[in-house]
């Protein structure tokens, strides 16, 4: 755990206090009340004590605070959900531009869009556009914040229908590294807008996103069916050969984890190693049931939950799970198949779980995010069929950097040359984000960089290292 505390301010004490006359949210300090809470992120494995927590209100508060970073000269990190695993989204003696106050969401249900402040969660935004019956692609936990999530691709329960969340992007606004307010989208800034698709958040800090909207619900067919670890190989067979038929409006994955006690798991399989395939169905509900019935005639069922749930609820169904405060590391490896090899190392890394909260979760891509072309979002690597991301949990720091050690020792064994997704990164490694995108992606993305911020001063992220 990281808790280094700043001696001393980097910004001398009359610049702040005219930075904070000047903000119309709130600027908090190091120890004034509400610090603590203000900056915590949702992964516990990262305690940082920023110089000071810009709490924005809109745009022209977040003017202010780049402008501040930059001439001051002082290190910026900026939070939109606050669920970065490498901890991104805090720091140590810098400035924290704090987004999590910007939530206003309108729907336009007529052209079926809504335009959403970069402070939003998935909860947030699924509530409001579920009132009129529509949604875009949402993380699978409800907390997650939309910024982080959309800026670096954005996978969920939707995408196989509906594309990833970036895919459903029309516009961005955003605060670029000069302190200027641009708009980007297909007319406007359109290399720009290309680059957020995918690109984290190294070009600038988004303050309002507007997304295309689908029609969704209110109940999708949705839940999760749980198998006996022993039938791993027998399993993960038979959901390659499921998903290979399975329609766009399914999305599925395969969790191998441990049975949390649940009511509707035995309690005899409590604390054990189990399988879960989980899965939503987004199309007509009268095929649902056969449209999900191959992936829930897998193996021995120990318990089917598979239900018509109103589709907010099933997007907030998996949050008791994911508590925030306790240590996590992610780590990811793109399948272009599921070949034999990557199925033994699945099944073998199961069997090796360093602990109770540590799960491999195998996500089936395909479909609409399959269809968008490479070149089209920097979100590239669109030939991937799957996506594995191996989670390393623990409460505390106890024991946690051999659960890292094991997470990174799973995707090395799935092939040391495999792609990465930047959502799914768990540390800040340069090496990683340029198995994130093609060379030219990557070449393109440096060309971007090199234009809008080559001072990097959005460093805190997946980054994209400027060579002017
Ligand atoms: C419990 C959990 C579940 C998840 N589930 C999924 C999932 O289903 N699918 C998926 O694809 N990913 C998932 N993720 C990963 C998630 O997409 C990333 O962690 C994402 O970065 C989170 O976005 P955020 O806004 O909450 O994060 P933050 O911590 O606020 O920010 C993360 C990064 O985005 C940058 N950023 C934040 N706001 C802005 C902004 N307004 N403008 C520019 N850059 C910004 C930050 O600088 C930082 O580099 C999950 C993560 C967690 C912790």
Redesign the pocket.
């Given at each position: 755990m990281t808790t280094t505390q700043t001696a001393s301010s980097p910004i001398g004490s009359a610049t702040l206090a005219e930075f904070t006359a000047g903000l119309r949210g709130s600027a908090v300090l190091p120890g004034e009340p509400g610090y603590d809470q203000a900056r915590s992120?949702?992964?516990g494995a990262h305690d940082r004590h920023p110089a000071v927590i810009a709490q924005c209100a809109g745009v022209a508060d977040v003017m202010r605070t780049v402008d501040l970073a930059r001439s001051e000269g002082v290190p910026l990190?900026?939070?939109?959900?606050?669920?970065?695993?490498p901890g991104?989204?805090t720091i140590d003696g810098g400035i924290l531009l704090d987004?999590s106050q910007m939530t206003g969401i309108e729907v336009n249900p007529d052209d079926r869009t809504v335009t959403a402040q970069?402070g939003c969660t998935w909860k947030d935004l699924d509530a409001e556009t579920q009132q009129f019956g529509l949604a875009v692609t949402g993380?699978?936990?409800s907390?997650?914040?939309?910024?982080?999530?959309t800026?670096?691709?954005?996978?969920?329960w939707l995408m196989r229908k509906h594309g990833l969340a970036c895919d459903n992007l029309i516009r961005a606004d955003?605060v670029t590294a000069d302190g200027q307010f641009v708009r980007a989208s297909a007319d406007e800034n359109a290399e720009l807008f290309w680059g957020l698709r995918g690109g984290?958040?190294n070009f600038?800090?988004?303050?309002s996103f507007e997304f295309q909207l689908h029609e969704v619900g209110p109940t999708v067919l949705s839940g999760l069916v749980f198998y006996p670890a022993q039938e791993a190989e027998q399993v993960l067979a038979g959901y390659r050969a499921a998903c290979a038929a399975a329609p766009d409006e399914l999305t599925t994955l395969v969790n191998l984890t441990t049975a949390p006690p649940v009511p509707f798991l035995p309690e005899s399989v409590h604390g054990t190693r189990i399988i879960g395939v989980g899965g939503c169905w987004s199309g007509d509900p009268d095929a649902g049931e056969a449209a999900t019935a191959p992936f829930r005639a897998l193996g021995t069922v120990i318990s089917d939950v598979f239900a018509a749930n109103p589709y907010a609820g099933w997007q907030q169904a998996l949050d008791p799970l994911?508590p925030r405060g306790i240590h996590?590391y992610?780590r990811s490896a793109f399948l272009p198949a599921l070949d034999d090899r990557a199925l033994r190392v699945l099944a073998e890394s199961f069997a090796t779980l360093p602990g109770p909260l540590a799960e491999i979760h195998l996500q089936h891509l395909g479909g609409a995010v399959g269809r968008v072309g490479a070149q089209d979002t920097a979100y590239a690597l669109r030939d991937q069929e799957f996506i594995v991301n191996v989670i390393a949990r623990t409460p505390d720091a106890n024991g946690f950097e051999q659960a890292t050690d094991w997470a990174r020792g799973v995707t090395t064994a799935l092939g040391p040359d495999a792609r990465a997704?930047v959502?799914?990164t768990g540390e800040s490694d340069p090496a990683l984000v340029l198995a994130s995108y093609p060379p030219q992606t990557h070449r393109r993305l440096v060309e971007l960089k090199n234009r809008y911020d080559p001072t990097n001063l959005?460093r805190?992220?997946q980054n994209i290292v400027p060579t002017v």
């Open positions: 992120i949702w992964n990190a900026v939070r939109g959900g606050g669920h970065s695993i991104f989204s987004l970069a993380g699978l936990v907390s997650t914040g939309i910024a982080g999530f800026t670096g691709g954005g996978i969920g955003l984290g958040g600038g800090v988004v303050t994911w996590n992610f997704y959502n799914f959005f805190l992220n």
